[in-house]
């Protein structure tokens, strides 16, 4: 069974940064494509981008431009550095697999603030 784990959540001001991992318990992300979601209170889980097995991106509209999605398989991390944060974004991040196949099951995420 794999395990996610997301890290590098907090508190940061509006148009700060910060640097998401997500680390698996086993080597998957050569062979998968794998999004970063988030879920603010009171909402729904959203899909916020996602890396495919040959690196290319995509992105939600709304993160486009702020947002940079990477990994290192040999480490089986994949990355979410989020720039220029707005409160908007504040939510909890999961990474899995991007939609369309079977999940794994989901990490705990990680909890990014912004607010001044």
């Known amino acids: 069974q794999v395990q996610l784990v997301e890290s590098g959540g907090g508190l940061v001001q509006p148009g700060g940064s910060l640097n998401l991992s997500c680390a698996a318990s086993r080597s998957i992300f050569r062979l998968n494509a794998i999004a970063w979601y988030r879920q603010a209170p009171g909402k729904q889980r959203e899909w916020v981008g996602l890396?495919?097995?040959?690196?290319?991106?995509v992105y939600l509209d709304s993160v486009k431009g702020r947002f940079a999605i990477s990994r290192d398989n040999a480490k089986n991390t994949v990355f979410l550095q989020m720039n220029s944060l707005r409160p908007e974004d504040t939510a909890v991040y999961y990474c899995?697999?991007?939609?369309?196949?079977?999940?794994?099951?989901w990490g705990q995420g990680t909890q990014v603030t912004v607010s001044s």
């Open positions: 899995n697999r991007a939609p369309g196949g079977d999940y794994y099951p």
């Open positions: 890396i495919t097995n040959r690196d290319s991106t």
